[in-house]
Each structure stands twice: as C-alpha cells, then as structure tokens.
C-alpha cells in the first residue's frame, strides 16, 4: 500500500526554539496533505489543510503564524512549530491523500512525531 | 466539542471470540463513516468504511453496522486474532462541506491468546 514517512519521529527541543516536521508521500503523489495533532487520551484533531503550491487553510484555533506549513511539492509538506512552548508537546501527525481518485480512503496516514518541549 | 465518541478507552477480548467496538456521534451532518486501525509507532491506516445510505458493510472478519437514528455504529470483528490488537479510530465526515475527517478517541483493543 501507499507509505508516508514522517522525519524526524521524536524530537526534543527547548522552549522558544524551532521544529521542522516532514511528511513525505514515499510512492504517490499527494495533492492535498493533512496535518493532525494529538494529545493523549484525545482523539486526532485536524490542524490544517495544504494543497500542494498553495497556502494551507487552517483550522479554528489554530494559529497560522505559530504553526508554519509548507506544501511545496506533490511529495513533501513540512510543518514548522515555531517559538516552541511545552503546551505545544503533542503526537503530530500528517497524512496524505493520493490524486488519483481521491476519497477519504485513499488518505494514508504517517507513524507521527512526537514532540516535547522543555 | 467532541462529535465523535468513543465511549470505551479500552477492550480486551479472548481470542476466537467476537471483538465489539462502539462509536457514537452527534453531528447529523456525517454521512461517511471509517474505522482506522493503529499499531504503536505507525500512523492508522483504513480498515473499513460505511456510507450513510447502509447499515451494514462488510469486508472479511470485519464489519461496520451504522444506526443513523441512533448517531451509533459498530465494528465487528469476528473471529478475534491476536494480530488484531490495537488501538481502533472511529472518523466520520460529511460529504457535503470541506469533507474533514473528524476521529473519535480510539478504543485499545487486546485480544487474549
């Protein structure tokens, strides 16, 4: 089946520092890429939206300017959590839909990168 | 607001036997429903989905019943093996509107050998 890979898997970081998260669709061409958060014990919640060349649309109550996303090719978006704060430790996860007929079942999802700031 | 529940963190059940696995919503606006099996360290991948317009969709050991009067559906899976422990996602979405998938809180499922 289709794979998505998630760099890095789990990352450290210090309050006030910056965090690049990638998402790569490793065998299909992903139009629009899904960038979700978890915290534990809650259900994925839905960041924001990206079709690839264009700007992402983000979810109610998710800050644009903190969380960064980049969708600049059919394989690669990037999340970028700027000015980490610990209340920003979370699971995040991103998941790709393949062009080719898409439906909700063609959207795979990556392993997550687990996020903790200090 | 959490629109798609799942009632029960966890479940354990014996191997051979039928595994239940429950999800209540409350946004009337879904109509297309899915099951997502997670392993640890892996992202969830699709299991099964039912459209509005069933109550039942079935797919080898594994089916999904859908109560629309109820805003409930279930997932069976029958006979229950060991490889089938995990943690499972309800997501439901509407097909009208920006079709965002909207999860449950998962249900860890332990199938005892």
């Known amino acids: 089946g289709a794979v998505v890979s998630q760099h890095p898997s789990r990352v450290i970081c210090k309050s006030g520092t910056s965090v690049k998260i990638e998402c790569r669709s490793l065998d299909f061409q992903a139009t629009t890429m899904f960038w979700y958060r978890q915290f534990p014990k809650q259900s994925l919640m839905l960041m924001a939206t990206s079709n690839e060349g264009s700007k992402a649309t983000y979810e109610q109550g998710v800050e644009k300017d903190k969380f960064l996303i980049n969708h600049a090719s059919l394989t690669l978006s990037t999340l970028t959590v700027t000015s980490a704060h610990p209340e920003d430790s979370s699971f995040y996860i991103c998941s790709a839909r393949d062009g080719q007929g898409a439906t909700q079942e063609t959207q795979y999802f990556g392993p997550g990168t687990r996020l903790l700031v200090l | 607001d959490q629109q798609v529940k799942q009632n029960s963190p966890s479940l354990s059940v014996q191997e051979g036997r039928i595994s239940i696995l429950n999800c209540d919503y409350t946004?009337?606006?879904?109509?297309?429903f899915l099951w997502y099996k997670k392993y640890p360290a892996e992202g969830p991948t699709f299991l099964i989905s039912i459209s509005s317009i069933k109550d039942k969709n079935e797919d080898g050991r594994f089916t999904v019943f859908l109560n629309k009067s109820a805003k409930h559906l279930s997932l069976h899976i029958v006979p229950s093996q060991p490889g089938d422990s995990a943690v499972y996602f309800c997501a439901a979405y509407a097909n009208f509107g920006n079709e965002k998938l909207t999860f449950g809180t998962g249900t860890r499922l332990t199938i005892i050998p």
């Open positions: 946004n009337s606006m879904f109509d297309y």
